[in-house]
Each structure stands twice: as C-alpha cells, then as structure tokens.
C-alpha cells in the first residue's frame, strides 16, 4: 500500500519562509502529475500548485511570485518552498498524486495525510 508522506509544515511569523517536502512512503516505479492543496478553517480544499512529471509548474494567483512548486523524480519527491509566508496562508497542506506506477500496480488520485502550517501576524 502506497501513501503519501508531507514533511516540513510549522508555525512561522509573517514573511517568513517554509519548505514542505512529500514522498511515497514505499518502493514506486514513477509519479505522474503531483500538486499541492491546502485547506483553511471552515473553507474549502484549494488548489496551491501542481507541476506535470518533466517540471512544469501552474501557481494559484494567491500563491504566484511567492511560492515554487519543484521536484526530483529520482527520489520521487516534490517540494513546495513558501516564502514571503502571509496569515491568510495558514492552512493544512496535503500533497496530491495522480498517478502511481508501484510494484503493487498502477493507482490514481493518492493523498497525503496533511501538514499544517501557520503563520503568525
């Protein structure tokens, strides 16, 4: 069984910076399309970025210039750097796959457990 591992989530005062970092937490062939979301407190799950297997990234406009989506397909791992870090920032971030090649066979629309982040005013 294959799941998605975040790292990286924390409490940071406003402007400043944070990395999250998610992987497969077992053996996996490839990773197709991989994204990040994040849901604040009584809103609904949204759509941060996402970036296609040869690196090619999309931005929310709440998030572009501020944050990079990026990735390593050799360690199957994809990172979110935030920087300039606001309160309105301040949510769970789950890291999203849409398709994994593993041992076990080919799955769709995998997610992390979530990692929170807060910033601070």
């Known amino acids: 069984q294959v799941e998605l591992v975040e790292s990286g989530g924390g409490l940071v005062q406003a402007g400043g910076n944070l990395t999250l970092s998610c992987a497969p937490s077992?053996?996996?062939?490839?990773?197709?399309?991989m994204a990040w979301y994040r849901q604040a407190p009584g809103s609904k799950r949204e759509r941060v970025a996402d970036?296609?297997?040869?690196?090619?990234?999309n931005y929310a406009n709440s998030v572009q210039s501020r944050f990079t989506i990026s990735r390593d397909n050799a360690k199957n791992t994809v990172y979110l750097q935030m920087n300039s870090l606001k309160p309105e920032d301040t949510g769970v971030y789950y890291c999203n796959a849409d398709r994994i090649d593993a041992p076990s066979g080919v799955g769709h629309d995998y997610w992390g457990q979530g990692t929170q982040v807060t910033v601070s005013s």
């Open positions: 077992g053996r996996i062939f490839s990773i197709d399309h």
């Open positions: 970036i296609t297997r040869d690196g090619r990234p």
